[in-house]
T-cell receptor, first 115, second 112 residues
Framework: DGGITQSPKYLFRKEGQNVTLSCEQN?????MYWYRQDPGQGLRLIYY???????QKGDIAEGYSVSREKKESFPLTVTSAQKNPTAFYLC??????????????FGPGTRLTVT | ELKVEQNPLFLSMQEGKNYTIYCNYS?????LYWYRQDPGKSLESLFV?????AVKQEGRLMASLDTKARLSTLHITAAVHDLSATYFC????????????FGEGTQLTVNP
């Protein structure tokens, strides 16, 4: 089955610790994205990548870091510099610009709680 | 900066009634997407609208796109409880590459 997996589903951390969220896709998509969603809010873009070893900041990149060493994988690290990291994190992927549709496909999400 | 606005943000309706959710956006684009999110879950793609005048229908939901007015609508016909969810529209602007900008979402509750 093709799709996007995120792990873990729930993650609990103490304040001051870095934590890495996993995102893997087997859709052969070139582009991958990380979003943050707060309760009752829309999605805000953290980082995105259109090619291996390259990525761009989204609207709320401060306190986060990413890597794209493989096409299938786009892990997100929430660092201790992120002031309010508790949120629902969604990973997505899509084909590249130049095709007719940039429809993004979403993983199941990781709910991060930092205390 | 591309802005996407949905209204209403909250919608409570009775089963069997019709209603429309509106999505306005601020820049030129002919690609618009509608997603559904159930509580605590991820986003599920509903419709992809790729040109002016595009209309897509699935069951009791119908989406349309007017690129000249920079407006998309999601029309609900004879609502049922199973349609209760949050609905998001998303737009990619002509200069944004593959980035999507999402609206705030419309939280729909269908009451018996």
């Amino acid at each position: 089955d093709g799709g996007i997996t995120q792990s873990p589903k729930y993650l609990f951390r103490k304040e001051g610790q870095n934590v890495t969220l996993s995102c893997e896709q087997n859709l052969n998509h070139d582009a991958m994205y990380w979003y943050r969603q707060d309760p009752g809010q829309g999605l805000r873009l953290i980082y995105y990548s259109q090619i291996v070893n390259d990525f761009q900041k989204g609207d709320i990149a401060e306190g986060y870091s990413v890597s794209r060493e493989k096409k299938e994988s786009f892990p997100l690290t929430v660092t201790s510099a992120q002031k309010n990291p508790t949120a629902f994190y969604l990973c997505a992927s899509s084909v590249l610009p130049g095709t007719s549709s940039y429809e993004q496909y979403f993983g199941p999400g990781t709910r991060l709680t930092v205390t | 900066e591309l802005k996407v606005e949905q209204n209403p943000l909250f919608l409570s309706m009775q089963e069997g009634k019709n209603y429309t959710i509106y999505c306005n956006y601020s820049t030129t684009s002919d690609r618009l997407y509608w997603y559904r999110q159930d509580p605590g879950k991820s986003l599920e793609s509903l419709f992809v609208l790729l040109s002016n005048g595009a209309v897509k229908q699935e069951g009791r939901l119908m989406a349309s796109l007017d690129t000249k007015a920079r407006l998309s609508t999601l029309h609900i016909t004879a609502a049922v409880h199973d349609l209760s969810a949050t609905y998001f529209c998303a737009v990619d602007g002509e200069t944004s590459g593959s980035r999507l900008t999402f609206g705030e979402g419309t939280q729909l509750t269908v009451n018996p």
